[in-house]
């Protein structure tokens, strides 16, 4: 038995507990170098390149929600910088990412988020006193003073606490997807989380339990370049965030996350994918982040002058969704040019009145940090409560 | 059938006591999943054998293995109001779910504010020594637990307790880990009843009562707490009370310190290394309440400060002649 000097050309395929994978005998180690593309409908100055049927009022709404976040983040930023908050992170640059997103999912579609993304929040109705409120650690806190600031939750709204563990969500909008599923409800989770999140053990392990056991969740990443000091080309090394959906099994799409339109449509498209199937979608949206990782952060020390200014020039999707509702002929679109200085103006009032009212506001009683570790007290608690009170400390 | 009273029971060993409670929660409760590695076959010990064919593999099922998945997935279920029953193939193997646990299913209620919990989650894991598993199959990892505000940590001694410990656990509104003694799988059989019935969390149980000296114990080292009294009675008319711990948290420490109070005496008695063990947790909150009614310092016979070895398990392990040997010479001067 002679072994065959030629290299055959073969369209066998092997059989595996796995599958059945064709064969080749040629051999090669292979390195992928393909860029999946962006979605993007309308340019960085604010052109439109595509033609796409949407509801102008929505987006119009978008506009208004994006200008009023833009204004609450500056206002409070200016406001810890004053000393009258402890900590802040703002979204500046994110806006149509998380805004836009946000609009396009059901009131009763619960979100995860990771700590950006009170855009979507503000989407959902929730006032700047009720933000403050958490902001300051007041009484009316629904968290009762318990996080630093901006660890938001909203039961009422389907916004799940905010912890700082990144990526640790993942898993619960899975499981809490699951969930949904045997449940027969047609709502879906979404989860929001960062391109450095995503090199947690959580990410893979969440992507890999969304696709073998079939949960309705939307993986939502907000590729911004940076997790604190650490760029993109430090954090991974692979085609972004969207090229690992397919080592999963999962479906995806990349946008450009500064195009508000694009953020929206894609996002319903994949909303109704997943709501349909029953199967996870993950999307990247790429961004901009044009402020400091968080008020204990100067992004100078570590962002080259000409990239930050760079950024700034291209990355702002307000201006962008701006032009393009000004150029857009439609209802909904009118007096755009004079609205949105006045729309800013009145979310910095809202805001900073917001911060004035939660300051005036004290926080609970100290006792109530024995609160709620369980549903019932425990024996040892009960011991050190009434310590506590005993020391009764000012 | 053996028939006491109303109450009907037959013998199982830990598995079937186990997988009754299991099979038990999961009959009343439409809206409880369980799901780890192997399950949906029966479990590398056969505690889930027969549930998926039962409740269908929407509710019974197998996940990717990955202890933090299997955890943060358990979370995310309960969040959403369903009873999840998650399983660690191994306690050995629960570290990597550590930060679910303690960062996230522990703190759920308290960051929300109260509004949202995770009180539906149990955590279940085989646990200590079992004769032959070396360093990554006989770990008791509870100290790392107890450590932590939020959860509730559940070691039973016996099948009829695991069940109705199990049970509250599971019914229980606070996230749970219970550690099922794996030595006792096969080995270990009692009367288990028939029905639905929970053991309250909490409440330690007092297995031998005595004078002279309270043991503490839980899992396996009940047992082996058990056989130590009956060498000292024997031996030197020491007697001993012996309390399965049970809960370890909630504790049920005014029962303990009134033991305490009365005898004089205290001895733990734990697998797990001695350093930081629970055992230390018990000897300082214990003191603090009782400590003009000690008679002798409190002592704890534990596993060493070294990782599991396995061809020398039976040295490394609080036997009985040790514990035995520890009371009657530390505590009364007397030779065994």
Not at chain 1, 160 to 165: F, I
Not at chain 2, 12 to 30: I, K, T, W
Not at chain 2, 125 to 141: D, E, F, I, L, R
Not at chain 2, 296 to 320: C, K, S, W
């Amino acid at each position: 038995m002679v072994d065959s000097l030629e290299t055959v050309e073969t369209s066998a395929v092997m059989s595996h507990t796995s599958g059945n994978y064709p064969i080749t005998t040629h051999l090669s180690i292979d390195h992928c170098d393909s860029v999946v593309q962006a979605f993007q409908t309308i340019t960085q100055d604010g052109i439109s390149i595509a033609k796409y049927d949407m509801d102008m009022a929505v987006l119009r709404k978008i506009f208004e929600t994006m200008v009023r976040l833009r204004a609450f983040d500056e206002t409070f930023k200016v406001a810890q910088r004053q000393g009258r908050l402890s900590f802040f992170m703002e979204s500046r640059g994110e806006e149509a990412a998380v805004v836009a997103s946000a609009a396009a999912l059901e009131g009763n579609d619960h979100i995860f988020s990771q700590y950006r993304e009170h855009g979507a929040l503000l989407w959902r109705g929730i006032s700047m006193e009720e933000m403050a409120h958490q902001c300051c650690g007041t009484r009316k806190d629904a968290g009762k003073g318990r996080q630093m600031p901006v660890h938001y939750g909203d039961k009422t709204r389907n916004f799940h606490t905010v912890s700082s563990p990144l990526a640790t969500q993942l898993l619960h909008a899975v499981g809490f997807s699951y969930s949904l599923k045997l449940s027969q409800e047609k709502n879906i989770s979404c989860c929001y989380f960062g391109e450095g999140a995503a090199s947690e053990g959580d990410f893979h392990a969440a992507l890999n339990f969304a696709s073998t056991l079939e949960c309705p969740v939307l993986f939502i990443c907000r590729n911004n370049g940076w997790s604190i000091s650490t760029s993109a080309n430090e954090q991974y090394r692979g085609d972004g965030i969207v090229s690992r959906a397919s080592g999963y099994g999962i479906a995806s799409c990349r946008v450009d996350g500064g195009d508000a339109r694009a953020v929206y449509l894609a996002t319903r498209m994949a909303r109704e994918y997943v709501s349909a199937t029953g199967l996870p979608v993950l999307l990247e949206l790429l961004s901009h982040r044009l402020g400091d990782h968080s008020t204990s952060d100067d992004c100078t020390r570590y962002m080259p002058t000409t990239l930050l200014e760079q950024s700034m020039k291209v990355g702002d999707p307000l201006f962008r969704l701006k032009r393009f509702l000004k150029a857009h002929g439609s209802q909904s679109c009118q007096g755009i040019d004079d609205d949105d200085t006045e729309l800013f103006q009145r979310g910095v009032e809202e805001a900073r009145e917001a911060i004035r009212r939660a300051e005036k506001e004290p926080p609970l009683s100290p006792v109530s940090l024995f609160d709620d570790v369980y549903d019932h007290s425990t024996f040892s608690l009960q011991q050190q409560r009434e310590e506590f009170l005993r020391l009764a400390m000012p | 059938m053996k028939g006491h009273g109303r109450m009907l029971r037959r013998k199982l060993n830990l598995c079937g006591a186990v997988r009754d409670a299991l099979h038990s929660v999961m009959s009343r409760n439409e809206k409880s999943i369980l799901f780890g590695q192997d399950v949906a076959f029966g479990g590398v010990f056969r505690c889930t054998e027969g549930l998926q064919k039962q409740f269908g593999g929407k509710r019974v099922f197998n996940t990717p293995l990955s202890e933090q998945g299997i955890v943060g997935f358990g979370v995310g279920a309960a969040a959403a109001g369903f009873t999840a029953l998650a399983e660690i193939q191994f306690a050995d193997y629960i570290y990597p779910a550590l930060d679910q646990i303690i960062n996230e299913a522990a703190k759920y209620r308290y960051r929300s504010g109260g509004h949202c919990n995770v009180g539906g989650l149990t955590i279940r894991a085989p646990w200590g020594a079992v004769g032959h598993g070396g360093m990554y199959h006989s770990q008791s990892p509870e100290a790392f637990l107890t450590h932590v505000p939020g959860i509730h940590v559940v070691i039973p001694s016996g099948p009829h307790d695991a069940k109705g410990l199990l049970i509250s656990s599971i019914e229980n509104q606070n996230p749970a880990v219970f550690f099922e003694p794996k030595i006792m799988y096969r080995l270990r059989e009692e009367m288990v009843p028939y029905e639905h019935y929970s053991i309250p969390l909490g409440k330690a149980n007092i297995v031998q009562a005595g004078t002279d000296v309270t043991i503490l114990a839980w899992g396996q080292q009940v047992h082996t707490s058990l056989s130590a009294s009956s060498l000292l009675k024997e031996r030197l008319d020491i007697s001993c009370e012996v309390i399965d711990v049970r809960s370890l948290i909630p504790l049920d420490l005014p029962c303990l310190v009134a033991s305490v109070s009365k005898t004089g005496r205290l001895v733990v008695v734990h697998e797990a290394p001695k350093t930081s063990g629970f055992g230390a947790e018990l000897v300082a909150s214990i003191s603090e309440l009782c400590w003009s009614s000690l008679k002798a310092p409190p002592l704890r016979v534990t596993g060493y400060d070294t990782p599991f070895p396995r061809i020398h398990e039976r040295h490394y392990l609080p036997h009985e002649e040790r514990v035995a040997k520890t009371i009657s010479e530390y505590l009364f001067q007397g030779e065994l």
